[in-house]
């Protein structure tokens, strides 16, 4: 029998990976709770929820037999002109999980499709009402996916430089920082507004915490600053909670916790508890209304084959269904114990900047003296990942920014071995005076 290995070499593209520099993609054959299993047996504790996906854990029983059950009954069926149950209970149960006011759901496929149809709703929202807006205002240090609208919307940098000249304009407000006190992206926001809210179609943010950019945690205030400032020019605002939803940052979603209501949120990730790829955009009515009418014209053509399909419609309800006290209480004992053990970290000449914002616990790597040159393409976090994988833990620092972000159902023990790594690894960097990498070699 050819290995896993050999045919992946010989045939796979693996996605954020420079396959001249990589060690093989490592093979699992199964997994349960936080834990995925190599193929000779070994555990790996995931402590990234397999790229922020995975909400519970694992092949979680309830969410498989939900999958299993709904493919013999119905796998897909065309989205256009026909519904199912899975669809439209779902929509349902997430309105009734969502802020008020949000009660239209169009689905699609993953997080960067969701964002494109928060996008596209609402440039044709203005278009349709005959009073056409055309600019996109977002954040630095933003990430909102792969895709160009995504793409044009997130930072730009290492991830987007190839498709510079490709990916349309949209203005940029300063990245909110943790404080909120004298804000520089709300001063910002207000001398736009003043200037031309009328030339403005939409405000992106990914509420309080701004992920892939490198877990930068900002603060409700801004948050409800934004809201406020938008609501009274009229410009629509998009919450892209594709990782925040469903309690990543506490509350079942961010925009909750901090007691807003966007105009348009973009749910992805955990919205299957991580089995199958989903993407929803939920919308308030007077923006579906904008749409609906006699006018063909005003339709929102956008689709794509999978749209709302059954089986990943039917684990999210599943996932959904498992959103309860036995979750708050997992989410609580996993905050306790990153306060514990990120207090312990906090004395490390390289430790900097840790933050917390409910299961996501963050710092960053910096040398004592500065040598570091920080970012995504920083060593350091790939050296740690090397050190982490040898001692049976999954970490993913994205570039000198550590965290982790386990599923729910990861024991209390298993995200204290966690922990121990992280700090055997700081110890071996603490004896080192030298410059540079601290594993040799494994700078991939
Ligand atoms: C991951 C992510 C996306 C993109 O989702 P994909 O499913 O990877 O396309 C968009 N926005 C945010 C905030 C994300 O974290």
Not at 309 to 337: H, K, V, Y
Not at 371 to 382: K, M, Q
Not at 405 to 410: D, S
Request: aromatic content about 8%; overall charge negative.
């Amino acid at each position: 029998m050819t290995s896993i290995t050999e045919l992946d070499l010989a045939h796979v593209w693996h996605p954020y990976t420079q396959h001249g520099l990589s060690p093989h993609a490592v093979p699992i054959v199964r997994a349960q709770g936080a834990l995925l299993y190599e193929a000779g047996g070994r555990p790996i504790i995931d402590a990234i929820s397999s790229w922020w996906v995975t909400l519970h854990g694992h092949a979680h029983p309830v969410i498989a037999a939900a999958i299993a059950a709904q493919a013999e009954r119905l796998e897909q069926v065309i989205f256009a002109g026909f519904t199912h149950e899975p669809a439209a209970a779902l929509a349902a149960e997430l309105v009734a999980r969502l802020p008020d006011g949000l009660t239209r759901v169009f689905y699609s496929d993953n997080g960067s499709t969701a964002v494109e149809v928060a996008l596209k709703v609402a440039l044709q929202y203005w278009s349709n009402r005959g009073q056409p807006r055309t600019r996109i205002v977002a954040l630095e240090h933003a990430y909102h996916g792969d895709t160009f609208g995504a793409m044009s919307s997130s930072a730009r940098g290492v991830f987007t430089a190839p498709f510079a000249t490709h990916l349309f304009d949209v203005v940029r407000l300063p990245g909110p920082g943790p404080d909120p006190g004298d804000s520089e992206t709300l001063a910002a926001l207000d001398r736009l507004l003043e200037d031309g809210a009328s030339s403005i179609a939409a405000v992106i943010v990914e509420p309080r915490l701004q992920a892939a950019g490198g877990m930068r945690v900002w603060h409700d205030d801004v948050l409800r600053g934004i809201r406020e400032r938008t609501a009274r020019h009229g410009v629509l605002l998009i919450a892209d909670e594709v990782l925040t939803g469903f309690g990543r940052t506490g509350p079942m979603f961010a925009c909750a916790g901090a007691g807003i209501v966007p105009d348009i949120i973009c749910l992805s990730k955990g919205l299957t508890g991580g089995f199958l790829p989903l993407g929803a955009t939920v919308v308030r009515e007077e923006l579906f209304e904008a749409f609906r009418g006699t006018d063909r014209r005003q339709t929102f053509f956008h689709g794509h084959s999978f749209t709302g399909n059954p089986i990943a419609c039917a684990a999210a309800r599943a996932s959904l269904s498992l959103c309860g006290d036995r979750c708050d209480a997992r989410r609580a004992a996993i905050e306790g114990t990153h306060r514990a053990r990120l207090a312990q970290l906090a004395g490390h000449p390289w430790v900097r900047n840790l933050r917390i914002l409910g299961t996501m616990a963050a710092f960053d790597l910096e040398h004592p003296d500065g040598a570091g040159f920080g970012g995504y393409l920083d060593p350091i976090g790939r050296n740690l990942s090397a050190f982490a994988l040898e001692a049976g833990v999954l970490l993913r620092p994205l570039g000198n920014v550590v965290y982790t972000l386990p599923p729910y159902e990861i024991t209390d023990e298993q995200l204290g071995r966690i922990y121990d790594v992280i700090a055997e690894f700081l110890a071996q960097l603490g004896n080192r005076t030298a410059r540079g990498p601290a594993t040799a070699g494994a700078t991939a």
